[in-house]
């Protein structure tokens, strides 16, 4: 399989990241190698995070879409009219694949672009369009082919998510939040396409032309946005049990297809009501499916170029793999055992006797094996008389542990095996 | 396009979940149409929830495998040896593609099969053997194929997960509720498959051969079961702040991929601390991804036919796409502008002026236009004089609430606009 060519337009921060991946590449799983034919960017000289100096520049994205050493366009350049759909139906029409991140061009033009795709006969994919690292584009259109779906809803703007839930942490004002917002990257500088709602509706109408084989008409998409929640909003619905979201959902009705986006207020139980920060996340309900819920980020340079990589990987012809996606140029790896040298704090809970000393022979041990006790809660004797004790330790090797509870039960000063579990922390 | 033929080996509830889609699947998004070619079962006179009676008999799966007119041979026998890998075998040596949701099967023998499907150039997919609905198998395969993975966690066995959330929850004991989950048919009759952790931990090969480019070797799996987790542990930890789950999980370090199935003790800000019940969930980490979470139904005859349908689905050519999964055969739906028809429960919120009489004008207005009041707050008045006021109605149309809002904005009540909110209950 020879490699496959891909073409660049546009070296922002994603398309940096992407680079950066092809660049790395062993460390993946392609079915086979990228090579970069051309970048185009606006500015040759900019100053990037990556060394572009070995690729060949095109000054124009249209120009770069078909050049003939191009197999595969990648339109990182955004906007819904203008260069970047210029460049995408040049490549099409030159019968090349694209792959975009573009959710406007999509949003707008993709009935236009998805049947020129098919009369070229080649693939236009855009998983990096909607909720960046979450592969919820493919999901819906290949894994859950096989399902009725009934309604995509979600959390599509990880801004409108990350002002919504910090100004109910903080009790900070809107205006306070999206300038922090803006200046972690979160927002743009002009952030009315995120916080009127009309970044996460491009996503949603993708979305739903999925889900439901419709045809995508933006005009028939409702969006209100959070510009007029406010913190007494927030914290009123909070003290009445709701978190108040920016949601975006397709809904299948009798007449045709729902898709709107809005603020809603979700009880504690719902799956979206947990979201909080800048996380995405995506709720699939389908017959006889059930529900499925992705979560992930939803934004960001790395996520990002890990979709759109993703979607070149697809690209690979012939389309037939193995089964687990090996392929001979990978680095295979081999199983092997886990050992005892591994570091983790641990639970650990014995059944002391019904003696004086034993809480202190529990601690020695311990001790004594250099594993430092970081909580230990014993409880009152049982009715046989045993104090159930569990006991939280700092960080140490499982060996040292295991040293420990050998020690304790050769003293005799429980009544059952003590449970040692390890402790995973937040993640 | 020709129709797909298929050969379904197994007619339990899967299998006939399987036969139940196929017969409607004019309400799905398969690129073409799927035909059954033959079943095949132990018992032909079983009663089945779907008839079979228009299907082509084999009393053996194999001699269905080999069938001419089977295009694809969907294998829902069960068991890692004996019928099931015969049959598998026969397919692929056939020259045929194979779906099958056998996880003992391809934790057992995947390599070997895959090696035989890439030799004879046809798909061996096995979505539906991990994780049920959730398409896991398919995302880390393809759509992360252009990210590297580092670590794979989950709760992969619906079965435990529903035993130690349940005995934490009502203080039951594990035979108690394990007596439950069989009534329930969350068990089998002998649930040492599951209870033991062997269920996850085939899963969890299989996941982490994907995920690492890893040459499978079940040998080398560490697996301890939920047997010894007595409600006392399961208590003591929860007073310190953690859940303890059954987790399965393959790791990437220098020499290799260490995958285990253990108890683990999460702290509460875990991504899979709150994943209760019989859900499964998957958590994927990866560079330059991040996190990337997928919950759902892990079981249950519904979602696992989706998932083998979602294979069934892949195995159609030419291998391209329109861009949105659409066929020419599928029902079109059109966009359509939401209505105020729609009925809901609603959140209002509004700031009623400093008079006498404001609260009582604001709850009648709501019930001139019929609307019941769930929940009403009034919060102290702000440093304007203004009063806070959060309504939360009981279910009613979006045209009634926006008829009493305009009462109550013609009234003069309000010193600013008042805020109208969708509830969403918990799903």
Same mark, same amino acid.
């Given at each position: ?11 922002? #921060? ?46 124009? @994205?249209?120009?770069? !879409?078909?050049?003939?050493? $191009? ?18 139906? /040049? ?8 792959? *975009? ?7 707008? #033009? ?32 290949? /894994?859950? @082919?096989?399902?009725? $779906? *009934? ?15 910090? &100004? ?28 009127? %709602?009309?970044?996460?509706? #491009? ?25 007029? +929640? ?13 978190? +108040? ?21 979700? *009880?504690?139980?719902?799956?979206? @009501? ?25 934004? %960001? ?7 759109? &990589? %993703?979607?070149? !990987? ?14 001979? #140029? ?30 202190? !022979? ?24 045993? /104090?159930?004790?569990?006991? $939280? ?7 040292? +542990? ?14 059952? !095996? ?10």
């Amino acid at each position: 399989m020879g490699p496959l060519r891909i073409g660049i337009a546009g070296l922002g #921060h994603v398309g940096c990241g992407l680079i950066e991946l092809v660049q790395r590449q062993d460390r993946l799983r392609l079915p086979g190698r990228v090579e970069i034919a051309g970048v185009s960017a606006r500015s040759q000289s900019r100053n990037r995070p990556v060394s572009t100096d070995g690729y060949t520049w095109f000054d124009d @994205a249209a120009t770069l !879409a078909e050049d003939p050493n $191009v197999d595969v366009f990648v339109e990182l350049v955004g906007g819904s009219d203008g260069p970047a759909k210029f460049a995408v139906e /040049s490549a099409l029409r030159a019968g090349k694949h694209v792959v *975009t991140a573009n959710k406007a061009l999509i949003a707008k #033009h993709g009935n236009m672009l998805a049947a020129l795709a098919a009369e070229k006969q080649v693939d236009l994919l855009f998983e990096a369009a909607v909720a960046g690292g979450i592969p919820v584009v493919r999901v819906l259109r290949d /894994s859950l @082919a096989g399902t009725e $779906v *009934t309604r995509v809803s979600g959390i599509l703007n990880g801004t409108c998510n990350f002002i919504t839930s910090t &100004m109910l942490d903080t009790g900070r004002s809107y205006e306070d939040v999206l300038e922090e917002a803006q200046k972690r990257g979160y927002a743009e500088a002009d952030p009315t396409l995120d916080v009127s %709602g009309m970044d996460a509706a #491009h996503k949603a109408a993708i979305l739903s032309a999925i889900a439901f084989s419709a045809d995508l008409d933006f005009s028939k998409v409702s969006v209100r946005g959070i510009e007029d +929640i406010g913190l007494l909003d927030l914290r009123l619905a909070d003290r009445l049990g709701f978190r +108040i979201k920016l949601i975006a959902e397709g809904v299948l009705k009798a007449e045709g297809v729902v898709c709107r986006v809005e603020p809603m207020a979700l *009880t504690a139980g719902h799956a979206l @009501a947990r979201i909080d920060g800048s996380l995405n996340s995506v709720r699939v309900e389908g017959d006889p499916l059930g529900a499925v819920v992705l979560t992930g980020p939803g934004a %960001g340079s790395g996520p990002t170029a890990s979709a759109v &990589m %993703g979607d070149v !990987a697809k690209l690979f012809r012939p389309a037939i793999r193995n089964a687990f996606g090996r392929a001979d #140029h990978h680095v295979a790896q081999p199983f092997i055992k886990g050992g005892e040298d591994e570091i983790s704090p641990f639970f650990l809970r014995v059944r002391l006797t019904d003696k004086p000393g034993t809480l202190a !022979a529990l601690t020695e041990a311990l001790a004594e094996e250099g594993v430092s006790v970081d909580k230990l809660l014993q409880d009152s004797a049982d009715e046989t008389g045993a /104090s159930p004790v569990a006991v $939280v330790t700092h960080r140490c090797p499982r060996r040292q +542990i295991l040293s420990a509870i050998a020690r304790i039960e050769a003293l005799g000063v429980t009544v059952d !095996a003590p449970r040692l579990i390890r402790i995973e922390t937040a993640s």
